[in-house]
């Protein structure tokens, strides 16, 4: 079992539907990660939070909205998604030192599979 | 170039062989390095972390830096069948992952 819990591990949506996945961690980490994974690819990074606030967007589309309520939880909101969207969205977390995010390693949840239909 | 380069495989090896995954990268920038495992359906677990050039053994793995030749290394010794999964190799201060390599370990 991993110490980041993703819920639900799985989802079906239409491209009209709003849905939200949520992430949870108890290890005290204060960044937290977004990515997606496509068959056969590697995770591919859409946002990180730091200290609850918004550090890094790597361009990703409007239809996805990410939340940091507390330093525990992480959301992604998703409305109007296209079936390319279609996916494993996994949620990650890590320590952060000297400010400085990506020098400790990322901790995985066991991601969400989103269909699009 | 890509980033980050590494054999997608399949690499093919029977029980108790000791494996050799790879990556190679071209920004000096990336100082911290992970390698992950990842089984189908899972999302990746963390193996080993270092960033400095050298090895690092943690049981039947070890990790090898060599940021000269921006090269890193992942061995397993007296691999097992549960040792199956898709080998990730990532550059953790620019958030790059290598596309990758699938392991099979045959009994």
């Known amino acids: 079992d991993t110490e980041v819990t993703q819920t639900p591990k799985h989802l079906v949506m239409g491209m009209t539907n709003k849905k939200s996945l949520k992430c949870e961690q108890h290890?005290?980490?204060?960044?937290m990660y977004w990515y997606k994974q496509k068959a056969k690819k590697p995770p591919e990074l859409m946002f990180v939070y730091s200290y609850e606030k918004l550090s890094i967007n790597e361009s990703v589309p409007s239809r996805f909205s990410p939340e940091c309520p507390n330093s525990s939880l992480l959301n992604l909101h998703l409305h109007a998604l296209q079936p390319e969207d279609s996916a494993l969205y996994l949620c990650?977390?890590?320590?952060?030192?000297?400010?400085?995010?990506?020098?400790?390693?990322?901790?995985f949840g066991d991601g969400t599979r989103l269909s699009i239909l | 170039q890509k980033e980050v380069e590494q054999d997608p495989g399949p690499l093919s090896v029977p029980e108790g062989a000791i494996v050799s995954l790879n990556c190679t990268y071209s920004n000096s920038a990336f100082q911290y390095f992970m390698w992950y495992r990842q089984y189908s359906r899972k999302g990746p677990e963390l193996l080993m972390y270092?960033?400095?050039?050298g090895n690092k053994e943690d049981g039947r793995f070890t990790a090898q830096v060599d940021k000269s030749s921006k090269y890193i290394s992942l061995f397993i010794r007296d691999s097992q069948p549960s040792d199956s999964a898709t080998y990730l190799c990532?550059?953790?201060?620019?958030?790059?992952f290598g596309s990758g390599t699938k392991l099979n370990v045959k009994p």
């Open positions: 270092t960033y400095s050039s």
């Open positions: 990650a977390s890590s320590q952060e030192k000297s400010g400085a995010l990506g020098n400790q390693p990322q901790h």
């Open positions: 990532a550059m953790g201060n620019k958030f790059y």
């Open positions: 290890m005290g980490h204060r960044a």
